[in-house]
């Protein structure tokens, strides 16, 4: 694998920079929730400044169709000025962004890109738009390079095209899982089975072990044929779990944590949940048991929780396991992603002892998955 670097460029001086971002953080009446993203992409920005480069930032926020203040990149701004110390300057369109008269240690940051229909549509008249911006194109949103939109696909065909120094270190350290050293063992959980399904495919093979937990191990032993109560689940699974469900180094729970009907917590073995039960967490017997299987890794990968650790009754799985992986950091590979189980890695405070904490969510899967991954077109060989 080839990647182009900003490193490789030699001389950034003055030079106009469209960096795509990935700032789609949790907000709440105007406060940032969780700055992890925004934390993980100042070491780029932080180049780019070093280097003397021009710098007009892009990122989307939320799902808008069309202009609305609640989606507003402006808390995003405030929260970026505070943690870089430098100004910079929201502006509303690219027009707007075209008149500005560039001022020493100034950046710009164009608003939501999701309040312009054309960014989703992977527009070429607005790609080339955005595109007459700058000199030069760097991608630093892995979270978004499986999309087909315009600022991390069609953009790349009107500016020279390189990755920001996250994306490079995100697929650095996916290679350490595509060609791991072994045994390796997939740790998922979740609700979505069909935005998995590519990642069980492609590792299947390669998977010594696959522990399953929260709503996927729900979709498992709801089409195997086991009662899950009122358990949440995939109903669009079917066919990837008849397909799956004989592997052996697919490992399901033993005992599950429910909540009954009455509302209490109570333990039940995998094949002994009653038709009013939810299935919230896996028991102490599949605790132990994929603990175990864990000790034996020596590449880890793990995606979505266990079951519902938000709530205290129900964090147990979620957060053993969590400890487990930090336990092993000297003797193992850990690649973490998803925004749940980055949650519940910070509940514990450990967010230092594994290897790889990815921004990738969905995208992550996508790639480890093999998918078609536009925004590393032309970027990546």
């Known amino acids: 694998m080839t990647i182009k670097s900003i490193k490789k460029i030699k001389s950034l001086k003055n030079k106009?920079?469209?960096?795509?971002?990935?700032?789609?953080?949790?907000?709440?009446?105007?406060?940032?929730?969780?700055?992890?993203?925004?934390?993980?992409?100042?070491?780029?920005?932080?180049?780019?400044?070093?280097?003397?480069?021009?710098?007009?930032?892009?990122?989307h926020l939320g799902r808008p169709e069309k202009f609305n203040k609640d989606y507003s990149l402006e808390p995003i701004v405030k929260r970026l000025k505070e943690l870089l110390g430098e100004d910079i300057e929201l502006v509303a369109n690219i027009s707007e962004a075209k008149k500005y008269k560039w001022q020493s240690g100034k950046l710009l940051m164009l608003e939501n890109l999701r309040f312009f229909p054309e960014e989703k549509k992977n527009s070429?008249?607005?790609?080339?738009?955005?595109a007459s911006l700058a000199d030069l194109y760097v991608n630093d949103a892995l979270a978004v390079s499986h999309r087909n939109h315009a600022s991390v696909d069609k953009i790349k065909n009107y500016l020279p095209a390189y990755a920001g120094l996250l994306l490079e270190k995100e697929l650095n350290n996916f290679?350490?899982?595509?060609?791991?050293?072994?045994?390796?063992?997939?740790?998922?959980?979740?609700?979505?089975?069909?935005?998995?399904a590519a990642l069980l495919k492609n590792l299947e093979k390669k998977a010594d072990y696959i522990l399953l937990g929260g709503g996927l191990a729900n979709t498992f032993l709801h089409f195997k044929g086991l009662e899950i109560g009122n358990s949440i689940y995939d109903k669009s699974g079917k066919e990837i779990v008849l397909n799956l469900?004989?592997?052996?180094?697919?490992?399901?729970?033993?005992?599950?944590?429910?909540?009954?009907?009455?509302?209490?917590?109570?333990?039940?073995?995998?094949?002994?949940?009653?038709?009013?039960?939810?299935?919230?967490?896996?028991?102490?017997?599949?605790?132990?048991?994929?603990?175990?299987?864990?000790?034996?890794?020596?590449?880890?990968?793990?995606?979505?929780?266990?079951?519902?650790?938000e709530e205290k009754s129900f964090k147990h799985g979620t957060i053993t396991l969590v400890i487990?992986?930090?336990s092993l950091k000297d003797s193992v590979f850990s690649l973490l992603g998803g925004g749940e189980t980055i949650k519940a890695l910070k509940m514990t405070k450990m967010e230092n002892h594994v290897n790889w904490i990815s921004t990738g969510g969905g995208a992550m899967l996508s790639y480890l998955g093999s998918e078609k991954m536009p925004g590393l077109d032309k970027i990546v060989k």
């Not at 909540?259 to 599949?286: C, E, F, M, Q, S």
């Open 16 to 59: 106009k920079v469209l960096l795509r971002l990935d700032l789609n953080l949790p907000i709440k009446n105007g406060k940032i929730l969780d700055d992890f993203k925004l934390k993980a992409s100042l070491e780029t920005i932080n180049y780019l400044l070093k280097q003397k480069a021009k710098i007009i930032l892009l990122s």
């Open 124 to 130: 070429i008249s607005f790609s080339k738009k955005l």
């Open 175 to 196: 290679s350490h899982v595509l060609k791991p050293k072994k045994p390796l063992v997939l740790v998922m959980g979740g609700i979505k089975i069909a935005t998995k």
């Open 245 to 309: 469900k004989n592997k052996k180094n697919i490992i399901l729970p033993i005992d599950l944590l429910v909540k009954t009907r009455n509302n209490k917590v109570a333990l039940r073995d995998v094949d002994k949940i009653r038709k009013t039960d939810v299935v919230y967490d896996i028991g102490p017997k599949t605790i132990i048991n994929y603990c175990q299987i864990l000790q034996k890794a020596k590449t880890i990968i793990w995606n979505g929780p266990m079951g519902k650790f």
């Open 324 to 326: 487990a992986i930090a």
